[in-house]
T-cell receptor, first 114, second 110 residues
Framework: DAGVIQSPRHEVTEMGQEVTLRCKPI?????LFWYRQTMMRGLELLIY????????DSGMPEDRFSAKMPNASFSTLKIQPSEPRDSAVYFC????????????FGSGTRLTVV | AQSVTQPDIHITVSEGASLELRCNYS??????LFWYVQSPGQGLQLLLK??????LVQGIKGFEAEFKRSQTSFNLRKPSVHWSDAAEYFC????????FGAGTTVTVRA
């Protein structure tokens, strides 16, 4: 298995532009999580899905952020418009049995908004 | 509410020496506890987990952790550290939504 695949690995964009981050979870994993990692706030859960349905999006910082999971093998996190304070590493993780197996993380997307 | 505290931001240890990383949790029920490791520029990799049974759990790369309910702790240990263990270590608690600690950075000196 190729693991959780995120793209792009790095993204540099100008303030005000739309940014789309992509994630392909491990086949058979029915939980998908988006986390953001910054020096100041550590790892924050943004949103998670179960069977492609958003379960809890209370961590999404504001309306500029949106996430979708149109099918079991693909999810996107979109920021529109982007701001410099959105600069962070965004991780996607998937799981089959969270309480027994934990999460499998992707390598992350490092987003820089200038 | 669930939360995790990792009191040590940074630890330096000599290669071959033992390592212990502290983790204290707050959780309303029986906790599910995890330790992850993150190498620079990489995602987090699961080292070990605890959810029931033997309170001493073994993980990958020679790591172990001990769950102590009375102390609400889940400390990670390794008897002899290798240079490749230099990384950031995260403790996490939760069921479907994991809360992570702030992390402990481990530096290994020759």
């Amino acid at each position: 298995d190729a693991g959780v695949i995120q793209s792009p690995r790095h993204e540099v964009t100008e303030m005000g532009q739309e940014v789309t981050l992509r994630c392909k979870p491990i086949s058979g994993h029915d939980y998908l999580f988006w986390y953001r990692q910054t020096m100041m706030r550590g790892l924050e859960l943004l949103i998670y899905f179960n069977n492609n349905v958003p379960i809890d999006d209370s961590g999404m910082p504001e309306d500029r952020f949106s996430a979708k999971m149109p099918n079991a093998s693909f999810s996107t996190l979109k920021i529109q418009p982007s701001e410099p304070r959105d600069s962070a590493v965004y991780f996607c993780a998937s799981s089959y049995r969270v309480t027994e197996d934990g999460y499998t993380f992707g390598s992350g997307t490092r987003l820089t908004v200038v | 509410a669930q939360s995790v505290t990792q009191p040590d931001i940074h630890i330096t240890v000599s290669e071959g020496a033992s390592l212990e990383l502290r983790c204290n949790y707050s959780y309303g029920a029986t906790p599910y506890l995890f330790w992850y490791v993150q190498s620079p520029g990489q995602g987090l990799q699961l080292l070990l987990k605890y959810f029931s049974g033997d309170t001493l759990v073994q993980g990958i790369k020679g790591f172990e952790a001990e769950f102590k309910r009375s102390q609400t702790s889940f400390n990670l240990r390794k008897p002899s550290v290798h240079w490749s263990d230099a990384a950031e270590y995260f403790c996490a608690v939760g069921t479907f939504q994991l809360s992570f600690g702030a992390g402990t950075t481990v530096t290994v000196r020759a």
